[in-house]
Nanobody
Framework: QVQLVESGGGLVQAGGSLRLSCAASGRTFSSYAMGWFRQAPGKEREFVATISWSGGSTYYARSVEGRFTISRDNAKNTVYLQMNSLKPEDTAVYYC??????????????WGQGTQVTVSS
């Protein structure tokens, strides 16, 4: 079992930055790939980024590539999402998830409760 708790969301102006954190419980954190997904009002949850268990591989949605960076610290059981050059269309609830390396929701077994990110224009 892995429990995930996101933090770091908030309100930011367009062009600004935020760093999301996701703290995991359990000693098996380092064996999971970690992903970030987001869900905007009235829309389906969508993939944002994923990182392999070692941190050696990452993959991003085209809409965030070059602006967002996913990283992890296995010693701290934490995964991060650095978000730069934020746009109003990045407004969503952001979820972290633990599972296998991929961009599909069904590849992730454990989910956090989400943190709200709001980007004002």
């Amino acid at each position: 079992q892995v429990q995930l708790v996101e933090s770091g969301g908030g309100l930011v102006q367009a062009g600004g930055s935020l760093r999301l954190s996701c703290a995991a419980s359990g000693r098996t954190f380092s064996s999971y790939a970690m992903g970030w997904f987001r869900q905007a009002p009235g829309k389906e949850r969508e993939f944002v980024a994923t990182i392999s268990w070692s941190g050696g591989s990452t993959y991003y949605a085209r809409s965030v590539e070059g602006r967002f960076t996913i990283s992890r610290d296995n010693a701290k059981n934490t995964v991060y999402l650095q978000m730069n050059s934020l746009k109003p269309e990045d407004t969503a609830v952001y979820y972290c998830a633990a599972g296998v390396y991929g961009n599909l929701m069904r590849e992730y077994d454990y989910w956090g409760q989400g943190t709200q990110v709001t980007v004002s224009s």
